[in-house]
């Protein structure tokens, strides 16, 4: 079968995600989804759990849908996308496709390639050293070494991720960029019926009419969306912030081996967690111009999580397993093929599990269930033993 890949959140599945599924089947007879689990890149708790998240994306089409670990997906471009790109790869996928502002791929791989270049890697530093964020440190230095112009936005940014974590593996994996259309990944703002995840999660904060919020969601997933707002099953991080408080204030002497802690910084935590007990306070009192949202929103649910800095070492370098939430009928050939594969721990139940998975590679397992069942401390659900499989709208689970 001529596999494709993709890499997703879907938090929530909107049109844009239809769009991309679509240009993705283009390409192959079948398409697997490695999608975050119940946290997600940005530092924060999924709107939807996994299994709501995943029913959709089997309803939309996608044949093969696993889990992106928690020790992968609420971590920086590098880690996210090695992990990602880890897992498709062992799978078998012959491409992937992703969505990206420049479209571009020969171009994001000369921007790799400046890596390579002392002068380069000198001009970014000192703007590290100036206190930028990493990404911004990286768009200044592009812009002056090239001599021109040349921002790249945050897709941009994961799709070099890609192209290295494709190099990192040494896999055949043929890469290719889906010019991304409509708003940025963050904005809020709308073009016909296309706006961001971010955006729809902000027209539900704010209480707005599900007629409104219709034409930027998929038919498929209207039904499970709405029905988990209406009866208050969606969350955002401020609603964790008693659990990340207490997190961080009960554990401080470990709180420096925590991933993406640096030296200063777990004492501002500190210090900030007993003085305010609003988080939005504390948020606005940690960040900093080389702190940044989104990785304090990490620091913090590595906290939470207890995702350290061994952890994540460990598991750059090796897919610990893999586990699958669900599939199509033709998934569930692929899947028969694969297990032929002794280096390809893919397990579909934890039912066993002692048998297939090694005790490291069960504590990598426990981490990220154990988040899962964190999460449902704040936004309770019924976690599966088992993967869903494809059904149509309106049919029983």
Same mark, same amino acid.
């Not at 964790?240 to 004492?267: C, P, T, V, W």
């Not at 003085?275 to 304090?296: A, D, H, P, Q, S």
């Not at 019924?382 to 993967?387: A, E, G, S, V």
């Given at each position: 079968?001529? =596999?494709?890949?993709?890499?997703?959140?879907?938090?929530?599945?909107?049109? #844009?995600?239809?769009?991309?599924?679509? !240009?993705?089947?283009?390409?192959?007879?079948?398409?697997?989804?490695?999608?975050?689990?119940?946290?997600?890149?940005?530092?924060?708790? *999924?709107?939807?759990?996994?299994?709501?998240?995943?029913?959709?994306?089997?309803?939309?089409?996608?044949?093969?849908?696993?889990?992106?670990?928690?020790?992968?997906?609420?971590?920086?471009?590098?880690?996210?996308?090695?992990?990602?790109?880890?897992?498709?790869?062992?799978?078998?996928?012959?491409?992937?496709?992703?969505?990206?502002?420049?479209?571009?791929?020969?171009?994001?791989?000369?921007?790799? *390639?400046?890596?390579?270049?002392? !002068?380069?890697?000198?001009?970014?530093?000192?703007?590290?050293?100036?206190?930028? =964020?990493?990404?911004? *440190?990286?768009?200044?230095?592009?812009?002056?070494?090239?001599?021109?112009?040349?921002?790249?936005?945050?897709?941009?940014?994961? #799709?070099?991720?890609?192209?290295?974590?494709?190099?990192?593996?040494? =896999?055949?994996?043929?890469?290719?960029?889906?010019?991304?259309?409509?708003? #940025?990944?963050? =904005?809020?703002?709308?073009?016909?019926?296309?706006?961001?995840?971010?955006?729809?999660?902000?027209?539900?904060?704010?209480?707005?009419?599900?007629?409104?919020?219709?034409?930027?969601?998929?038919?498929?997933?209207?039904?499970?969306?709405?029905? *988990?707002?209406?009866?208050?099953?969606?969350?955002?991080?401020?609603?964790?912030?008693?659990?990340?408080?207490?997190?961080?204030?009960?554990?401080?002497?470990?709180?420096?081996?925590?991933?993406?802690?640096?030296?200063?910084?777990?004492?501002?935590?500190?210090?900030?967690?007993?003085?305010?007990?609003?988080?939005?306070?504390?948020?606005?009192?940690?960040?900093?111009?080389?702190?940044?949202?989104?990785?304090?929103?990490?620091?913090?649910?590595?906290?939470?999580?207890?995702?350290?800095?061994?952890?994540?070492?460990?598991?750059?370098?090796?897919?610990?397993?893999?586990?699958?939430?669900?599939?199509?009928?033709?998934?569930?050939?692929?899947?028969?093929?694969?297990?032929?594969?002794?280096?390809?721990?893919?397990?579909?139940?934890?039912?066993?599990?002692?048998?297939?998975?090694?005790?490291?590679?069960?504590?990598?397992?426990?981490?990220?269930?154990?988040?899962?069942?964190?999460?449902?401390?704040?936004?309770?659900?019924?976690?599966?033993?088992?993967?869903?499989?494809?059904?149509?709208?309106?049919?029983?689970?």
């Amino acid at each position: 079968m001529n =596999s494709v890949g993709i890499i997703v959140e879907y938090n929530p599945f909107h049109n #844009g995600h239809k769009y991309h599924l679509e !240009k993705s089947k283009e390409k192959g007879d079948i398409v697997v989804a490695v999608m975050s689990g119940d946290f997600v890149q940005r530092g924060e708790p *999924a709107f939807l759990n996994r299994w709501e998240r995943g029913e959709i994306a089997l309803r939309e089409g996608v044949d093969i849908l696993v889990e992106l670990p928690v020790f992968y997906s609420v971590q920086s471009a590098e880690i996210f996308a090695r992990g990602a790109v880890g897992i498709l790869n062992h799978l078998g996928v012959k491409k992937i496709i992703f969505g990206s502002e420049s479209s571009d791929i020969e171009k994001l791989k000369e921007i790799i *390639a400046l890596e390579k270049n002392e !002068k380069f890697i000198e001009i970014l530093q000192n703007y590290l050293k100036e206190g930028d =964020s990493y990404p911004t *440190a990286y768009n200044r230095a592009i812009e002056k070494f090239v001599g021109k112009e040349l921002s790249f936005k945050s897709n941009d940014i994961l #799709g070099i991720e890609y192209l290295r974590a494709i190099e990192f593996w040494k =896999s055949e994996i043929i890469p290719y960029a889906l010019k991304r259309e409509g708003v #940025g990944y963050y =904005s809020c703002d709308y073009e016909k019926n296309i706006t961001s995840a971010t955006g729809i999660r902000k027209m539900f904060e704010k209480n707005e009419e599900f007629e409104k919020i219709e034409e930027f969601i998929t038919e498929n997933s209207k039904d499970i969306v709405f029905k *988990a707002v209406s009866e208050k099953r969606v969350t955002n991080i401020s609603n964790f912030y008693n659990l990340i408080r207490y997190a961080i204030l009960s554990q401080k002497e470990n709180l420096k081996n925590i991933q993406d802690i640096e030296i200063g910084l777990d004492n501002r935590l500190y210090e900030m967690a007993l003085t305010y007990e609003n988080y939005e306070e504390f948020l606005n009192k940690v960040i900093t111009k080389r702190f940044t949202i989104g990785r304090v929103q990490r620091v913090l649910i590595h906290i939470l999580l207890g995702i350290t800095k061994e952890i994540t070492e460990q598991a750059k370098n090796k897919i610990p397993y893999i586990r699958v939430m669900g599939f199509s009928e033709k998934g569930r050939e692929y899947l028969k093929k694969l297990k032929d594969k002794d280096d390809i721990k893919v397990i579909t139940s934890l039912k066993n599990i002692q048998k297939i998975l090694s005790e490291e590679e069960r504590k990598f397992l426990e981490i990220n269930e154990r988040a899962g069942k964190i999460y449902g401390i704040v936004n309770p659900y019924k976690n599966r033993n088992i993967p869903l499989m494809e059904r149509k709208m309106g049919e029983k689970r």
